[in-house]
C-alpha cells in the first residue's frame, strides 16, 4: 500500500494563476480532507469529504474548490492564487470506524 | 478563534526526562482527543488517542491524561529519547454526517538532548 499520495511535492506560482494539487488514497477510506500547516497555526481544515460524491467548507475555504472524483481521489484547486496561499498542504483519508486520519507527505506551495 | 490551545510552543527536555505538553479545548460537543507526531518534511501521524469516558490512556512512553471538567488534556512522554524529537499536535474532533473534522492545536516542538 502506498497510502495517501499527493502531487506536486513543491510548486511556485504567481499572484493569479491557478492550480490543482491531487489527492490519491490506496486504503479503501470513505473520508477526506485537506489541510493548510502555517508555523504558529497548527493545521487548519480547508475542506472535507464524507464519502464519495460529498463534500463540504471546513475552517478556512475561502479561494479554494475541491472535488472528490472517485473514491480513492480528492483534489484541491486554487483558482486564482495570493501570497496569503502560501503554505503546506496536506491531504488525509480515514476509515469509517477508526478515528484515525492518516496523512500524505504534503505539497509544499509559495506564491509570489 | 482557536477552539484548541497548545502550551508549550516549544520545549527542550533532558534524554531520560519527562515532557509534558497541555492542551486546553472550549466545545464541549468534542468526543475524540488526538495526539500527533510530525517528523520535518513528513506528514502528521497518529501517535495516541482518547474519548472523554476515561481520564487516562497509557500506550508505551506515552500517556494522555483527560480532565473533562476543566476541558484539558496533556500528553506526557516518560524516559524522553532523541528519537522523539519532533513536532506535538494535540487536536479534539467531533463526527459529522461521518466525518471527523479536526481542530488542531498550535503544535509544540520538541527537543530532547542526549
Known amino acids: 500500500n502506498a497510502g495517501v499520495t499527493q502531487t506536486p511535492k513543491f510548486q511556485v506560482l504567481k499572484t493569479g494563476q491557478s492550480m490543482t494539487l491531487q489527492c490519491a488514497q490506496d486504503m479503501n477510506h470513505n473520508s477526506m480532507y485537506w489541510y493548510r500547516q502555517d508555523p504558529g497555526m497548527g493545521l487548519r481544515l480547508i475542506y472535507y469529504s464524507a464519502s464519495e460524491g460529498t463534500t463540504d467548507k471546513g475552517e478556512v475555504p475561502n479561494g479554494y474548490n475541491v472535488s472528490r472524483l472517485n473514491k480513492r481521489e480528492f483534489s484541491l484547486r486554487l483558482e486564482s492564487a495570493a501570497p496569503s496561499q502560501t503554505s503546506v498542504y496536506f491531504c488525509?483519508?480515514?476509515?469509517?470506524?477508526?478515528?484515525?486520519?492518516?496523512f500524505g507527505p504534503g505539497t509544499r506551495l509559495t506564491v509570489t | 478563534q482557536q477552539q484548541v490551545k497548545q502550551s508549550p510552543q516549544s520545549l527542550i527536555v533532558q534524554k531520560g526526562g519527562i515532557s509534558i505538553i497541555n492542551c486546553a479545548y472550549e466545545?464541549?460537543?468534542?468526543?475524540?482527543f488526538p495526539w500527533y507526531q510530525q517528523f520535518p518534511g513528513k506528514g502528521p501521524a497518529l501517535l495516541i488517542a482518547i474519548r472523554p469516558d476515561v481520564s487516562e490512556k497509557k500506550e508505551g512512553r506515552f500517556t494522555i491524561s483527560f480532565n473533562k471538567s476543566a476541558k484539558q488534556f496533556s500528553l506526557h512522554i516518560m524516559d524522553s529519547q532523541p528519537g522523539d524529537s519532533a513536532t506535538y499536535f494535540c487536536a479534539a474532533s467531533s463526527l459529522i454526517q461521518g466525518a471527523q473534522k479536526l481542530v488542531f492545536g498550535q503544535g509544540t516542538r520538541l527537543t530532547i538532548n542526549p
Open positions: 466545545n464541549t460537543a468534542f468526543d475524540y
Open positions: 488525509a483519508s480515514k476509515p469509517m470506524r477508526s478515528g484515525e486520519q492518516y
